[in-house]
């Protein structure tokens, strides 16, 4: 009995939870914005209706009053009628000028926007009301409904019910009604809604106002149960998101229910934690939302429902580091100048810039690099610095030997983070890292049972006798402990640097780009990610250990879950695509040099956040590089114009160095019909639910071939292919030179001799030519040497000189022409010396002049000793250079044969040359 009754406890927070999940999926349902911010909208209104009750209207723009006298207390009714018009207002406003401009952004910079409207609106509160908590008159009946030794507050249940109707009527609304259907049609395809008349942007601006008016709903009704306190309704968010995980971001209903079942179950946790000694004291209930997250996120495994929308812009570039040394013994003269002469506080300021900047170089390297949205590398600092003392301590391991371990073990928690992004991505990793980061701070940073009441104590460095510490007293702070950290600061800086430079760095890149054409190259997506999340647990633990010994008593404070979105939001806006980028986030990281600096000159650090807030949004929406892109975009504009004056740079494609006068006309190779294929297709058939795609389809592809692939628009052309390379779940056997493919991976297959180019292209424009096809040549350096001898493409300079691509080899791919990008993309499969490469549409987007010139190259290729399995839509290119072609019609394969064979098949003209062919065969 007792567990029904704290069960039930728990229904006013799950109702919260539920209220703001409701609100989180119409939001992302219409907009695909992962809102971050709704907790803070249900903040803001619960804070408008508390002051309207009192006769006030609450104003939170700086500079004018905080609230306006009204005359009067207003009555429950009218307040809050007028506190939802007001969030519904906030929310237009909120949609038309942040998120409407981001529509075109990555759902990554959506989100950042998010968090900073977050931060901005609890720094206003927070600044401007104070943080002492504010009560609320009830709204609902607070009877308690008692049967035998069974409690219920009334409130509670009210209030669950009011959101589980609220839900429903939802629910029938998108179900039943034309302003649903134009919803789910918006979602489902931006384009086709325009084609149908409907405006996806007024459909995201209604529903935006309607998600803030839920959200501020729950403000209000939550705020008479809970104390209105900042900082609580700012960590609703985190419940909320996982409930909306549950949801799949999509069910209106079930992301009621799932957070009305993580309050519960969060208030039967408490109760369990309290009653079993050997549960831990804190955290059980932040347990809940992360349990419920993996188990639906790793059974299921598969990101946020995706929206018909066109992505235009991408995350800011990743410049290649250069002249690093030089730069690296510049950084650190400057630092240690301003070391020696500036003040203790500004001194003070420094050495925590210094340490916030090798923990932002770890959000470079896991974000930037990797594109992994980790929202918990401070937390993962606060791991080794937490450890610090017990190691150096409970194991007498010196310094430097203990912090080094202690970042080997937050290396070791990263890893542990990071492993649901094996199997996630996206925002979606996002989440888990936010919940992870807030159950290490509840279970084990503010648990006195471990780190005691006071703090952990860390040891004081030395070295050699050296007494390296921050010092005491007069002596605080201390330059020799300011060049330690430093010097550290530089090492890192310049292992990032190189990082970027090496060819794993060139991997994270390709991952970050996109995780299927860098599994195509014959990247191993899996051991990227588990190396990036490793690299940057590493960098964040060290800097973990500094801030320790800068702390000397580490508490729970500088490692709050809350405290990292901080800082992340402070990467991005300072650039965290860059080490310069890093770096600067650490000059204005809170308690950094610029925060002292600014609260020296005006006194006004307590809008330090409110002020970063807003550079953050106004960043996301015009400079998504951050403050460092434009030098970046200068020193890239030189190098291009330098590399221009130093090449005879050709327009496009020099068609005019090989290109026959007329059309390609070769006559097929014969084949010897007893020697081993090369690729073997038996039985292979895939399924998209009941929808048939491919159906038995056998074929072998000799030796030394270059065949084509045809078939009208959805014939299972690139099905095939995805079968082919593994993309996709197949029956059937695939058979590379008599071996079967059968349980490969993609980047396994790749390494097995496969190469693979995409109907999209998909190069990766943030690196330039030369990088791109490097990434393809990790299939070819990892491959046994007895597999890649029979290839002589290996060598870049081979590749580049066989597809007359050299003169480009220094530009960055976004730079290309359309032409150029298919060289490039073939360019980057060959680069792996695959035995068999298949190359979907490679014509896609060039003229009849440049597609002839394109089989020039293809059949060069050929004779190189590679086979060629080519889909394309140009039938005089197919034709002309083709020794085999195979047609597919409705997923089964209709005919094959030499490229007459193929001209003069009835069948074949019936189901896709048309009458034309026919009459001309």
């Known amino acids: 009995m007792q567990h029904l009754v704290f069960l039930l406890l728990g229904l006013g927070n799950g109702a919260v939870f539920g209220a703001l999940a409701l609100a989180i999926v119409l939001t992302y349902r ?27 209207l609450l104003i939170l723009i700086p500079g004018l009053p905080d609230s306006i006298d009204l005359g009067g207390p207003m009555g429950m009714w009218p307040a809050i009628l007028i506190s939802l018009v007001i969030a519904a207002v906030l929310g237009l406003i909120l949609y038309l000028l942040i998120f409407r401009p981001l529509r075109t952004s990555p759902l990554v910079a959506r989100a950042v926007a998010a968090l900073g409207v977050s931060l901005l609106v609890a720094g206003l509160v927070a600044e401007k009301l104070g943080t002492d908590p504010v009560s609320v008159d009830p709204i609902f009946p607070t009877d308690i409904w008692q049967s035998g ?17 609220l839900a429903i009527a939802l629910a029938v ?24 008349g409907i405006s996806p942007d007024r459909i995201a601006a209604y529903n935006w106002m309607l998600s803030s008016a839920v959200a501020g709903l729950a403000g209000i009704l939550i705020a008479p149960i809970v104390p209105l306190v900042p900082v609580a309704y700012t960590l609703f968010i985190i419940p909320a998101l996982a409930a909306a995980i549950l949801a799949r971001f999509d069910m209106v209903i ?29 955290g059980l209930p932040e347990l809940v939302p ?40 510049v950084m650190t003269i400057v630092g ?186 014959g990247v191993s997506v899996v051991r990227v990610k588990i190396f990036a999340f490793g690299i940057g647990a590493f960098i964040a633990g060290l800097g973990g250990s500094l801030l320790a010994y800068q702390q000397q008593t580490v508490t729970f404070d500088y490692y709050a879950a809350m405290a990292g979105v901080a800082l992340f939001a402070t990467v991005y806006l300072a650039g965290i695509t860059s080490v310069s980028g890093g770096v600067l986030a650490g000059l204005l990281a809170a308690n950094g040099l610029v925060f002292i600096f600014v609260d020296e000159m005006w006194s006004a650090s307590g809008w330090y956040v409110v002020v970063s807030s807003v550079l953050l949004i106004f960043t996301v ?54 020697a081993q294929p090369e690729l073997t297709l038996t039985d292979v058939s895939v399924r998209y639910g009941g929808a048939v795609a491919l159906k038995d389809v056998s074929l072998q592809i000799p030796k030394g071939a270059l065949v084509g692939l045809i078939g009208p628009n959805g014939a299972g052309k690139t099905t095939l292919m995805d079968a082919i390379t593994g993309f996709v779940d197949y029956t059937g056997d695939v058979a590379l030179s008599g071996t079967s493919m059968g349980g490969l991976a993609p980047y396994s297959r790749v390494r097995a001799g496969l190469g693979r180019t995409f109907q999209a292209i998909e190069l990766y424009d943030d690196l330039s030519v030369t990088e791109n096809v490097k990434v393809g040549r990790t299939a070819a350096v990892r491959r046994p040497k007895s597999k890649a001898e029979h290839s002589d493409l290996g060598h870049l300079s081979q590749v580049f000189d066989l597809l007359d691509i050299a003169d480009i080899a220094e530009r960055p791919a976004g730079e290309l022409s359309q032409g150029q990008r298919q060289l490039v993309s073939i360019a980057r499969a060959l680069a792996g010396s695959p035995n068999l490469l298949l190359l979907d549409e490679p014509a ?38 083709c020794d085999r072609v195979h047609v597919l019609n409705f997923g089964e394969l209709i005919a094959s044969g030499t490229p007459a064979e193929i001209r003069s098949n009835r069948t074949v003209a019936t189901a896709y040359l048309g009458r034309e062919a026919q009459t001309n065969g």
């Open 621 to 674: 929406i015009l400079n998504p590089e951050g403050i460092v892109g434009p030098a970046h975009t200068v020193l890239s504009a030189r190098r291009a114009a330098a590399l221009k004056a130093k090449s005879d740079s050709a327009p496009d494609l020099d068609v005019s160095r090989e290109a026959p006068a007329e059309k390609v006309s070769r006559g097929p190779k014969v084949f010897d019909s007893s």
């Open 149 to 165: 030794d069974l409690q219920l507050s009334a409130d509670r249940f009210y209030f669950a019910l009011t959101i589980v109707l």
């Open 336 to 521: 240690v100048l301003a070391l020696v002469f500036l003040d203790d506080r500004m001194r003070s300021g420094l050495i925590i810039s210094l340490i916030m900047a090798i923990i932002a170089l770890s959000s470079v390297v896991v974000t930037g690099f990797a594109g992994q949205v980790s929202l918990a590398q401070l937390t993962i600092a606060g791991v080794a610095a937490f450890l610090l003392g017990p190691i150096a301590n409970n194991l007498h391991l010196p310094f430097p030997i203990a912090p080094i371990v202690a970042a080997l073990c937050a290396a070791v928690i990263g890893v542990l983070i990071g492993l649901p992004a094996l199997r996630i991505r996206g925002l979606t990793v996002a989440v888990v890292t936010l919940t992870m980061a807030y159950v290490l701070e509840a279970v084990w940073f503010r648990n006195i049972d471990v780190v005691g009441g006071e703090g952990i104590k860390a040891p004081k460095p030395s070295l050699f006798g050296w007494d390296l510490s921050i010092g005491q007293g007069l002596d605080y702070p201390r330059v020799t402990f300011g060049i330690l950290v430093l010097l550290v600061l530089v090492a890192v800086a310049v292992f990032v640097a190189y990082l970027r430079r090496s060819g794993l760095g060139t991997e994270m890149l390709a991952v970050r780009a996109n995780e299927r054409s860098a599994a195509a190259a």
């Open 30 to 56: 219409s907009s695909g914005v992962v809102n971050f911010a709704t907790g803070a909208i249900a903040l803001y209104t619960a804070y408008t209706y508390a002051y309207l009750r009192e006769g006030e």
């Open 173 to 196: 609304v998108f179900r039943f009604t034309k302003f649903g259907l134009a919803t789910r049609a918006s979602a489902e395809s931006e384009r086709g809604a325009y084609v149908s």
């Open 290 to 329: 992360l349990i419920l997250i993996l188990v639906v996120l790793l059974i299921r495994a598969k990101p946020l429902p995706s929206r018909g929308e066109t992505i235009l812009q991408t995350l800011g570039r990743a410049p290649r580091p250069h002249h690093v040394a030089p730069t690296a013994v």
């Open 844 to 881: 896609g987007g060039l003229d009849s002049t440049e597609s002839r010139w394109l089989g020039e190259r293809l059949l060069k290729v050929r004779d190189s000793g590679t086979t060629i399995v080519m889909v394309d839509h140009d039938m005089d290119l197919v034709l002309s250079v």
């Open 254 to 282: 079930v992301a009621v229910f799932a957070g009305v079942a993580i309050g519960m179950l969060q208030s039967e946790a408490q109760n369990l934690a309290a009653t079993y000694d050997w549960l831990p004291s804190s």
